[in-house]
């Protein structure tokens, strides 16, 4: 009997330490499943911002980061920079060279994606498919012989 008695303590021995992992168990995996949500929110938050860096032309109202407020008047998107006309309304402009990455706020917005499968906006009128281009009915095996 003593045999049995030694297996019965093992078996709840190892039971118990195991369920004393399942906490740390959990934490680690809310842990990971947090850091990984905060990585994709965070990347897609620089695509909308890149997207909206790139969508700057001349006319956008554009705040850098220095606080310089102003309208762009000429983007060089070989250098990833662009030019802003800074100054008051009694004609006294100023013109500063930036980079792109110097945004802080602006006005413009990117335009949407088409997306492949969108249908374009006008549709050509749909002319009637003829007798041959007819789909077959369906289920025709279903049809009795006097039918």
């Known amino acids: 009997m003593d045999l049995l008695n030694l297996l019965a303590e093992e078996a709840e021995t ?25 990585f994709i929110s965070q990347r897609k938050k620089q695509k909308n911002f ?18 310089i407020v102003g309208e762009v008047v000429e983007v060089d998107d ?5 030019v802003l006309r800074t100054g008051g309304s009694d ?11 110097a945004i802080y706020q602006t006005d413009a917005k990117p ?12 549709k050509p009128a749909e002319q ?3 007798d041959e281009q007819q789909p077959a009915e369906p289920f025709e095996g279903d049809k009795k012989d006097g039918e």
């Open 91 to 101: 004609g006294n402009y100023s013109y500063m060279k930036f980079d792109k990455q």
């Open 14 to 38: 190892t039971a118990g330490s195991w369920t004393q992992w399942v906490p740390i168990i959990i934490i680690v995996v809310l842990l990971v499943a947090f850091f990984v949500w905060s």
């Open 111 to 122: 335009e949407p994606e088409q997306k492949k499968d969108e249908a374009p906006a006008e």
């Open 78 to 82: 070989e250098e990833n920079t662009f």
């Open 50 to 67: 890149n997207e909206t860096i790139n969508a700057v032309r001349p006319g956008s109202k554009v705040k850098t980061i220095g606080g």
């Open 128 to 130: 009637p498919a003829s």
